[in-house]
């Protein structure tokens, strides 16, 4: 019944139907404006937490759907009459039983050889989860702000070109631009202590290995601090190289582990540190493949380090060793220590 009205209107179901598919949306509507006709798809009533037909499809009725606060986001019925709409717009939608879902909507109008707005169509996509991890990724951005303004504590990550990510409130805290910082960190450090520091760092970062490293930097009040860099190399589960994350924190303070971090350092760990924690453990190697929950072979060929870095047979093995009171220490000269509580 929808596509057999769909076909009256002015433009083609056809073209209806690619605008649609053409972004992956699940919902469509239209307006012939002539005879006020309103059109919804199925899937555009359902997004609406509405029963598809149960409604009489109308421009007011989406309107009272929209948020208040998102109203303004979206044409007036004067507006959407005399063909001004927007190409696309975000609104959140409260929907009948109370859920708030985030909507992507696109309008376009269609206009006679004449000039005159004859018809309105949209489509509709649901990107709450899209909307929700933008959201929960301005509030981290957020967090990590106020923590380097409060204790000097930063989470930083080097991509695959070389240029870093640092929270803009370091360049506050230094007093030195913020794109100057992602391009050249080092401009931090003090003059007498930078180019050691910065080409021990440089080599480790060109072997993809593990760095660990202390320094002075001078922030814009005049202090001098001492703080405490370390950046291991990330990997994805396939061992594809991804850049590096790293932590800066003053000396003073006991070292963070932030998840990425972690997970880096773990990916550092080689044969000869799972035989040494074996040993510390008075483990066989089937003793770390039980407790890991992996098999015999596949531990043997993580200490003969024939499984790429970023297995997630390696993580498993860290992870059973860590469970079992073995540490796995970051050294100053880029090694790691393996301990025993």
């Not at 009725?61 to 998102?70: I, Q």
């Not at 309008?107 to 991890?133: C, H, K």
């Not at 931090?188 to 930097?217: K, N, S």
Request: proline fraction near 5%; charge should be neutral.
């Amino acid at each position: 019944m929808f596509h057999s009205a769909l076909s009256a209107l002015t433009f083609s179901s056809g073209e209806f139907l690619t605008l649609t598919e053409s972004r992956g949306l699940s919902g469509a509507w239209s307006w012939v404006l002539a005879g006020g006709e309103q059109i919804w798809s199925p899937g555009f009533f359902r997004l609406l937490g509405l029963v598809p037909n149960a409604a009489k499809a109308h421009y007011d009725l989406l309107l009272n759907l929209v948020h208040p606060e998102d109203r303004h986001r979206l044409p007036s019925l004067g507006d959407v009459r005399q063909g001004h709409v927007p190409r696309e717009t975000i609104v959140r939608v409260i929907r009948p039983n109370g859920t708030v879902r985030i909507l992507s909507l696109m309008m376009e109008a269609r206009f006679s050889g004449d000039g005159r707005p004859v018809a309105v169509n949209g489509t509709a996509l649901d990107v709450t989860d899209r909307e929700q991890q933008v959201l929960m990724r301005q509030a981290e951005r957020r967090r990590r702000g106020a923590l380097y303004l409060t204790e000097h504590i930063a989470c930083f990550a080097l991509g695959l070109d070389r240029r870093f990510e640092f929270p803009f409130e370091v360049a506050q805290v230094h007093g030195v631009s913020h794109e100057e910082i992602c391009i050249n960190p080092y401009v931090m450090v003090v003059p007498d202590e930078r180019q050691a520091f910065q080409d021990a760092a440089a080599a480790q970062i060109e072997r993809r290995q593990f760095f660990q490293g202390t320094v002075h930097e001078r922030l814009a009040n005049g202090e001098l601090w001492h703080f405490k860099i370390v950046t291991v190399p990330v990997r994805d589960p396939d061992g594809t190289y991804l850049g590096r994350c790293g932590l800066k924190h003053p000396v003073r303070s006991p070292m963070p582990i932030a998840p990425a971090m972690g997970e880096g350092l773990d990916q550092c760990v080689t044969g000869h540190h799972l035989r040494a924690a074996r040993a510390l453990l008075d483990w066989s190697m089937m003793d770390l493949a039980q407790a890991s929950g992996l098999s015999h072979s596949t531990v043997r060929r993580l200490e003969e380090d024939s499984e790429h870095r970023g297995s997630r047979s390696r993580l498993q093995a860290v992870a059973s060793l860590r469970r079992s009171g073995i540490r796995f220490i970051p050294m100053d000269d880029g090694t790691l220590a393996v301990a025993r509580r």
